[in-house]
């Protein structure tokens, strides 16, 4: 095995995998090297002969492992230590809760070597070193910090108690559930200014909360580009910690009635134009929309800058100014510097139009915590502050949905989505550079939807750089968005297992796997659950290895049931007392088509006009494939008795109808699926999908508009004889 072979082993990199079709994949040693390059290894022979001596030798020459999970639900806890054989030694120990915490107080204890066991040891450099297991105390579920110190010597490594399982669905809800899901972005309204907002949100929860849903899911809410308003894709952000400002409704902040410059502004003709033109454009138009926000954003900043720090004796100033200063303390120092980013942004995209995100800008910048950096944000520190007020004002009015949710009584209230990873220009990998691989990009392996594989764009994290920092940025994307949510969907989550990563320069179906510390992420998951009583959806679709469904459902998460895939091999669709409990069953997902537009063959006429086929002939395969797989869906639905055949829909040429609309929702409201998704599109019986992976402009990916208003929504007769059928298959 080269030295390269061997380093890559270390790091986690598989030396290959089984493709869609059974095939074995080998990875290639370019792509291994340009990856280890890119993780900041050196790759000269000395320097790779020192490396994997180190990586081998790491679990003997430290004294604590770099973090320690311990399992909450086993009786007895212990913890390795490794020191160099020597006599007698009194080693002084102590548990530390984290900062902020409310679970408990320190613990110590002490301990001489020589009344230890032994468990291993080994002979490095002429120096022997032996392993000993220290007995921790049974705490409560949470974040500390263990510290060992003898001698003059001291380290200390995070601890963290973990359950094993998930706040389940059935703690939520104790019956059968089902939701709709949306894309915020899409919302029609009487009041919105050209796309969705939170508002919006707000009247599609009460009007899903009088039809009994359980909850809204919705696309993911993190931060893009303020500044680059058509970067669109919710998916490829710049943070997973944030929100994005673009969904506040302008409207709804405090003193936008107060401020006289903004209320001339917002009625004058020419600006109630440019919002009719926005509202009446089929699709998005981010950049308008954007400009027209922040513009009475930023004077709404101006007026609350003035009077608070005026000291107004206004009600509305002062309760502003005490919120968003308790928002401020709260977020402390990640908010500061997420502030000082999206200022930076703006500074340097200004100056020139091409320059988009930290890569771009002079090397000084490149680095938050340098000085020229500092100096910055002291003669910034008003527009810093500005940026700080968006977060607020997204977090005031998004935390007050998720308030509407609890009121109205929805069982799980909104299901958030968080992404898979972070745009590589963006905030996250610009703010902590040691834990992100730059230049390489998460992606997926070649697969019957996509032949050519997939690179995301997205920069993944180094799972041993992730280990060091006890979790941290992990906990915090989690945390987050758990923070508003009654569940959580893990986009992609077998990537918290394994990523299939794209080396630079190389073909997205030259892709390298890597393993992650699977175990100790699912204890993550589970404890922010538990902190959070949020559910937790794992994302599984695609390519995963056999039992990873079974093993997150065995960790309290939901699997994720789409009908299109539950197909056996002969093509017959799977009945719904085949899907597990311990998951959420719909009809499609943002990345598939419609049910509409699968009945109708949209899809496929997609695929052909995007030449995404190999040839003409596996186009045709497809096309007559689909006539079959239509009279299949038929014959599934008659067999569960929930199409009245005397209405089903025509399958030549193929037309939708409101019957096999209802059908299949009741067809899937058989699953023993604890949780069932209805897409707003489905509700809608629209056609087109809202993305095709692996294209940008050549679809309308995240630009497309619902057709109807969310005060309409619940008059819609589609909508309504879906939400009939839910009572009655799935009552509160």
Not at 167 to 183: C, D, H, L, P, R
Not at 384 to 394: G, S, V
Not at 408 to 416: N, P
Not at 566 to 587: A, H, I, M, Y
């Amino acid at each position: 095995m080269s030295l390269i072979e061997q380093l890559a082993d270390l790091v986690g990199f598989h030396p290959s995998y089984t493709g869609t079709f059974g095939d074995t994949v080998y990875a290639k040693d370019q792509a291994k090297s340009a990856l280890l390059k890119a993780m900041g290894f050196d790759l000269d022979e000395a320097s790779l002969s020192n490396s994997i001596a180190t990586l081998n030798q790491n679990q003997w020459t430290q004294v604590l492992p770099v973090v320690h999970i311990v399992k909450l639900e086993e009786q007895q806890h212990t913890i390795r230590v490794s020191l160099p054989k020597i006599g007698s030694l009194l080693l002084n120990w102590k548990v530390t809760p984290e900062l902020g915490s409310t679970i408990g107080n320190e613990v110590v204890g002490a301990f001489n070597v020589e009344d230890m066991q032994v468990i291993a040891e080994s002979t490095i450099d002429e120096t022997q070193y032996c392993q000993y297991l220290i007995n921790l105390p049974s705490l409560e579920q949470g974040y500390y910090q263990f510290t060992i110190s003898f001698g003059e010597t001291q380290t200390s490594c995070p601890l963290i108690y973990a359950p094993k399982t998930c706040f389940s669905v059935q703690e939520a809800s104790s019956n059968k559930a089902w939701g709709y899901t949306a894309q915020l972005y899409s919302l029609l309204s009487k009041d919105n200014w050209g796309m969705g907002d939170f508002t919006d949100l707000a009247e599609l929860v009460k009007k899903s909360a009088k039809q009994q849903a359980a909850t809204i899911g919705l696309n993911p809410l993190h931060p893009l580009y303020q500044n680059n308003p058509a970067h669109r894709s919710p998916y490829s952000p710049s943070s997973r910690c944030f929100l994005n400002p673009l969904y506040i409704d302008v409207s709804k902040i405090p003193n936008f009635e107060l401020c006289e410059l903004a209320q001339t502004e917002v009625n004058s003709e020419a600006f109630q134009q440019r919002i009719a033109n926005t509202k009446a454009s089929n699709l998005v138009d981010y950049p308008e929309v954007a400009k027209l926000k922040f513009k009475i954003v930023a004077l709404l900043f101006e007026d609350f800058y003035v009077n608070s720090t005026a000291k107004s004796n206004n009600t509305c100033y002062k309760n502003m100014a005490v919120e968003f200063e308790h928002f401020k303390q709260i977020n402390g120092h990640d908010l500061q510097r997420f502030a000082t980013f999206d200022a930076l942004y703006e500074h340097f995209h200004l100056a020139d139009e091409n320059t988009y995100g930290w890569p771009d800008w002079p090397i000084k910048f490149q680095d938050p915590d340098s000085e020229e950096v500092h100096k910055f944000k002291l003669s910034h520190a008003k527009r810093i502050e500005y940026f700080c007020f968006l977060q607020w004002l997204a977090h005031q009015q998004l935390n007050a949905v998720s308030q509407l949710t609890v009121d109205k009584e929805m069982a799980i209230g909104l299901y958030l989505d968080l992404a898979v990873g972070c745009d590589g220009s963006g905030f996250d990998v610009w703010s902590d550079k040691e834990v992100y691989v730059a230049g390489a990009s998460i992606g997926a392996p070649p697969d019957g939807m996509n032949p050519l594989g997939q690179n995301w764009g997205l920069t993944p994290i180094n799972p041993v750089a992730l280990q060091k920092q006890g979790y941290q940025p992990l906990v915090k994307a989690l945390r987050s968005s758990m923070q508003y949510a009654g569940a959580l969907r893990i986009d992609h989550i077998l990537g918290l297992m394994r990523q299939y990563w794209v080396a630079p320069g190389m073909e997205a179906d030259e892709g390298v796997y890597i393993s992650f510390p699977w175990d100790d992420i699912l204890r993550i998951i589970a404890l922010e659950s538990r902190r959070n009583n949020c559910v937790v959806i794992g994302e599984d679709l695609g390519n995963v290895p056999e039992g990873f469904s079974e093993t997150i459902q065995n960790a309290g998460l939901l699997s994720f049931k789409v009908l299109f895939f539950e197909r056996w091999d002969s093509g017959l669709f799977k009945r719904p007392d085949n899907f597990p409990t311990q998951s959420v069953v719909t009809v499609a997902t943002h990345d598939t088509s419609t049910l509409t537009g699968w009945w109708q063959g949209r899809d496929l006429q997609w695929r052909q006009q995007l030449n995404l086929y190999p040839n003409d002939e596996a186009g045709l395969a497809d096309r007559n494939a689909r006539v079959s797989e239509r009279e299949n869906l038929i014959a599934a639905l008659n067999d569960l008795q929930v199409i009245d055949m005397s209405k089903a829909p025509q399958l030549e040429p193929a037309q939708m109808n409101n019957e096999l609309s209802v059908a299949v929702q009741k067809y899937l409201a058989k699953s023993s699926s604890h949780l069932q998704l209805i897409p707003l599109e489905d509700a809608l019986e629209l056609t087109e999908q809202v993305n095709i992976p692996g294209t940008i402009d050549q679809h309308p990916n995240w630009l497309q508009k619902l057709p109807v208003s969310v005060e309409d929504f619940d008059k819609t007769n589609s909508v309504q004889a879906i939400a009939q059928a839910m009572n009655i298959a799935r009552p509160k």
